[in-house]
């Protein structure tokens, strides 16, 4: 007899609990921004964005990679971000690149691509054995390619000490 009283009480504990978690209906869930306790309107089918452009995005990135294996540097140069651009003259980056190119002629591969935010996109990509990483950046309403802090770095001590590192480390193809 005192298991079967557990039993009982235990199913209507069961009972209970499932009974009282239950919500009722509460309709359709409101989209954001709507005053709580509202529902969305019945057939309204309003996009709600849930991410940046990637392909546009990827368009710029393309472009980037196409200018620079075809040896375009005042191309590629162009769709750089303004903050790059300040970290890296333009007469620099061409004459590192016409000098000692590592791109041209060669295809650069994207190997990930994954949006941060509405107006970033990371990228890894691959050049033969070398994988780089880079970013997308939305100004206005145009993607920039951020070349990422390694191609920075490899500046910041001027065109000739650039130059001189690539051709030490064997990197440069035929121009």
């Known amino acids: 007899m005192r298991w079967t009283t557990g039993a009982l009480i235990g199913a209507a504990i069961v009972f209970f609990a499932t009974a009282c978690g239950t919500a009722p209906d509460q309709g359709t869930p409101a989209p954001p921004g709507t005053a709580p306790g509202a529902s969305a ?4 089918n309003t996009p709600v964005p849930n991410g940046p452009n990637v392909a546009e995005a990827l368009d710029t990135a393309n472009k ?3 200018l620079l294996a075809n040896g375009d540097w005042a191309g590629a140069y162009a769709l750089w971000t303004e903050s790059a651009k300040k970290e890296v ?15 041209k002629g060669s295809q650069i591969q994207l190997q990930d ?21 880079s970013s997308l950046r939305l100004a206005g309403k145009a993607w920039q ?19 001189a590192k690539r051709k030490a480390d064997n990197r440069c193809t035929a121009s």
């Open 64 to 66: 980037q990679f196409t």
């Open 113 to 133: 691509v994954k949006p941060v935010g509405m107006e970033l996109i990371e990228l890894t990509w691959r050049h033969g054995e070398t994988v780089g990483h």
């Open 145 to 163: 390619y951020d070349p990422g802090g390694e191609v920075l770095v490899e500046y910041a001590s001027g065109a000739d000490a650039a130059i």
């Open 89 to 103: 003259k333009k007469q620099d980056f061409e004459k590192v690149n016409k000098a000692c190119p590592i791109f």
């Open 41 to 44: 309107p019945a057939g309204d």
